[in-house]
């Protein structure tokens, strides 16, 4: 019967410790230890948006909207639907969950996850036109990234 790997042991057994099935993946651009803090704040969070993946598929969404080339304005559009996985359909809503595993996160991992996420807010401001009359249109015109002009083809 051939011999096991030491590692693989090791795992098997850390797993057997925390109870958890698999260790959780790592955010791409994030360290180890910050993907492990947002991994804890998602699994204990009661937040239907804030669930398991939701930081990943938040930062990956917010990139691919800031992330095309050109100089036209990108317009975010609204989810046609406010299920968990079409929610981030509306980059605005990935924006959302960003800041509220900001405000749950430790001290060091939010810093990391801050600087990664300031990063992408300047694109999104220089890629997107200020709404006048967002606190009109708007149900969270206090948050500035829903205070941009929306609604438009989003691609621009």
């Known amino acids: 019967m051939p011999r096991r790997r030491p590692g693989a042991l090791r795992a098997e057994q850390r797993d057997r410790r925390t109870g958890e099935a698999t260790p959780p993946d790592r955010i791409h651009g994030l360290s180890a230890r910050t993907s492990g803090a947002i991994d804890r704040v998602e699994r204990f969070s009661d937040d239907y948006h804030l669930h398991p993946g939701a930081t990943d598929r938040a930062l990956r969404r917010y990139r691919s909207f800031v992330g095309p080339p050109g100089r036209k304005p990108r317009y975010p559009r609204a989810a046609r639907c406010s299920c968990r996985g079409c929610s981030f359909d509306d980059v605005r809503h990935a924006r959302d969950v960003l ?46 990234w829903r205070r941009r002009l929306a609604d438009g083809p989003e691609g621009g």
């Not at 595993?101 to 300047?122: I, M, Q, T």
Request: proline fraction near 7%.
């Open 99 to 144: 800041a509220d595993v900001l405000r749950r996160l430790p001290a060091g991992a939010r810093g990391e996850l801050r600087r990664h996420v300031a990063r992408l807010d300047d694109a999104y401001r220089a890629r997107t036109l200020p709404d006048p009359f967002a606190g009109r249109r708007q149900w969270r015109s206090d948050l500035w």
